[in-house]
């Protein structure tokens, strides 16, 4: 008589190929779930931005600008002499009353 006591190397094969795979979907799903709660944040601080910028502009008819301008470049990295050499004001946060931003005030552009 045979003795089926043990498992076989297939079914440990298969077994492990399984769990991989389940392990593989729960890491794709946590990590869309952890995007999304960036760019719902993000979303957050742009729209909490923009309401506090209408209300300085309707309380002084000025932006909440510093003396710093910005030019912006495309995103695919192209060089100045590409640009279409917009330039753009650095908004100062701390003229802003009452801003409470996800990523914080102490965010600066890298230049």
Sequence with gaps: ???DRGVTLVALT???IVILILIGVVVYQVNIRSI????????????????QL???YHKTKDIPK???QIMLYNYKGTSQTD???KMFYEIDLDKLSDLTLNFGKEF???Q
């Design 1 to 3: 008589m045979k003795n």
């Design 83 to 85: 640009s279409d050499g």
């Design 54 to 56: 209408l209300i300085y």
């Design 14 to 16: 298969a077994t492990i």
């Design 66 to 68: 510093t003396h710093r």
């Design 36 to 51: 999304r709660s960036y760019d719902k944040k993000i979303q957050a601080d742009i729209n909490q931005l923009s309401d």
């Design 108 to 110: 600066r552009w890298n």
